[in-house]
C-alpha cells in the first residue's frame, strides 16, 4: 500500500490543457473517488498515474518514489478498466495467472493468490470457464481478481461498472466497497456517476475543466459545496438555484432577514422545500411554482414546475402528491437549508453579525 501525492500535475495537447495544474494527496489505505462530467479531465488523470499518459508538467509520486519517467508496470499499481479487457481465449484461471506468469511468480505462490482472490470475490466455481461464459457481473469480479492478485500498492478503477445494468451496479458498488475495506488497498475510481462517488468514496474530488473543484467526504460536499458547480453536480435532483440580481423572479427571502449585498445566487435542494399552508407562518425563504411535471418515485414524488420568470424549480413531497399539473404551490425552506454563493459561482460567506442566511 502507498501514498499517491500529484503535485501541481499538468497536460496539454498541443496548445490544448486538458489538466490545469492539479495537487492532490491520497492518503495510505484511502478510497477516492474522482468525480464529474464526460471530458472533465478525471480519466486523464487517473491514466496518468497509472502512466498509460505522459503529464506536460508536475510530478506525480507513488509512495515516496517520483513515477514520472516510470514504465507502467513498474509502478507496482493495478488497473481495473470499464470493459473488463479479459482475454477471451484464456479460462478465467489463466486470466488471473497471465500477469503474475510474466513476472516470474513461482507456480506455488500463483496458486496461492489465484485461491485467495477467488474466495474473495466468490469466483472459485468459474475458474475453468472462459470469459464469454460469464455474466458481466462475473466477468467484472474476474477483472477485479486479476487485479487483486497482484497485491499492488494501489488500484485504479476506471468507471468499471458503466457496462452494467442498474441493479447490478448496486450490488457491485457494495462488493467493491466491502472488498477495498477489508484488503485496505489505496484506490482510486473514476466515474461520472454522483451515486457511485456518494457511495463508494471516502474523499470525493470533484473535477470540472481539468481543475479540481472541491475536495471532502461525500457529506462536506454535499453540506457545503464550495461552487455552484458542486452544487448542481452532487445531489440527485440537483439543487434549485435563484439569480438574487432578480427581484421579480417569483421567490423571496422574509422581511426581517437583512438581504444580501451585491450580485449572489441562492441555493435550497429539493428536499429541503416544503408546501406552505395558507395563514402559516411564513418561513425564511418562500416562492410560488407553478407544476408542469409529477413523478412518482415508490416512497415520495418529485414535483417540478417554474417560477414567474420561468426559472425551474423541483422539490420532494412524502408519498402520492395530490397536486395536478398547473397547480400554482408556495414552498418554502428554513434559513439552515439555504446556500449562499458570490457573483463568481463560490461560496458566500458571511461575518459574525451578519444574516442568518449563514449556516457554514
Not at 506455488?108 to 485461491?115: K, L, M, P, T, V
Not at 451515486?195 to 454535499?222: F, K, N
Not at 457545503?224 to 423571496?252: C, E, H, Q, R, Y
Request: aromatic letters at 6%.
Amino acid at each position: 500500500m502507498a501514498e499517491i501525492t500529484l503535485s501541481n500535475v499538468r497536460k496539454s495537447y498541443g496548445t490544448v490543457e486538458a489538466i490545469k495544474g492539479v495537487s492532490l494527496a491520497i492518503r495510505d489505505g484511502e478510497f477516492v473517488v474522482l468525480v464529474g462530467p464526460s471530458g472533465c479531465g478525471k480519466s486523464t488523470l487517473l491514466r496518468m498515474i497509472a502512466g498509460l499518459e505522459g503529464i506536460t508538467g508536475g510530478d506525480i509520486l507513488i509512495g515516496a518514489r517520483r513515477v514520472n519517467d516510470v514504465e507502467p508496470a513498474e509502478r507496482d499499481i493495478a488497473m481495473v478498466f470499464q470493459n473488463y479487457a479479459l482475454y477471451p481465449h484464456m479460462t478465467v484461471r489463466q486470466n488471473l495467472a497471465y500477469g503474475l506468469k510474466n513476472r516470474n511468480t513461482p507456480a506455488a505462490e500463483i496458486d496461492r493468490r489465484i485461491a485467495a482472490a477467488a474466495k474473495t470475490l466468490e469466483i472459485e466455481q468459474y475458474l475453468e470457464r472462459k470469459p464469454r461464459q460469464l455474466s458481466g457481473g462475473q466477468r467484472q469480479r474476474v477483472a477485479m481478481g486479476r487485479a487483486i492478485v497482484r497485491e499492488p500498492a494501489a488500484f485504479l478503477f476506471d468507471e468499471p461498472l458503466s457496462n452494467l445494468d442498474a441493479k447490478l451496479r448496486g450490488q457491485m458498488r457494495i462488493e467493491i466497497k466491502r472488498l477495498q475495506r477489508s484488503l485496505g488497498t489505496t484506490s482510486v475510481y473514476v466515474t461520472h456517476d454522483q451515486m457511485e462517488a456518494m457511495t463508494l468514496a471516502d474523499r470525493l474530488v470533484v473535477v470540472s475543466a481539468g481543475q479540481i473543484e472541491q475536495v471532502g467526504t461525500p457529506i462536506e460536499l454535499y453540506e457545503k459545496p464550495a461552487t455552484t458547480f458542486v452544487a448542481t453536480f452532487i445531489g440527485s435532483p440537483s439543487m434549485n438555484l435563484f439569480n438574487g440580481a432578480d427581484k421579480a423572479a417569483g421567490w423571496s427571502l422574509a422581511a426581517h432577514v437583512p438581504q444580501p449585498e451585491g450580485n449572489y445566487t441562492l441555493g435550497v435542494r429539493p428536499e429541503d422545500l416544503f408546501p406552505v399552508a395558507e395563514g402559516s407562518v411564513s418561513p425564511v425563504f418562500e416562492a410560488t411554482v407553478r407544476i408542469d411535471g409529477i413523478e412518482l418515485v415508490g416512497a415520495e414524488s418529485l414535483l417540478h414546475g417554474k417560477l414567474a420568470d420561468g426559472t425551474d424549480l423541483v422539490f420532494r413531497v412524502a408519498g402520492r402528491s395530490r397536486n395536478e399539473l398547473g397547480d400554482a404551490v408556495k414552498v418554502g425552506a428554513n434559513a439552515d437549508a439555504l446556500h449562499m454563493f458570490d457573483a463568481n459561482g463560490r461560496r458566500k460567506e458571511f461575518g459574525a453579525t451578519a444574516s442568518p442566511l449563514n449556516h457554514s
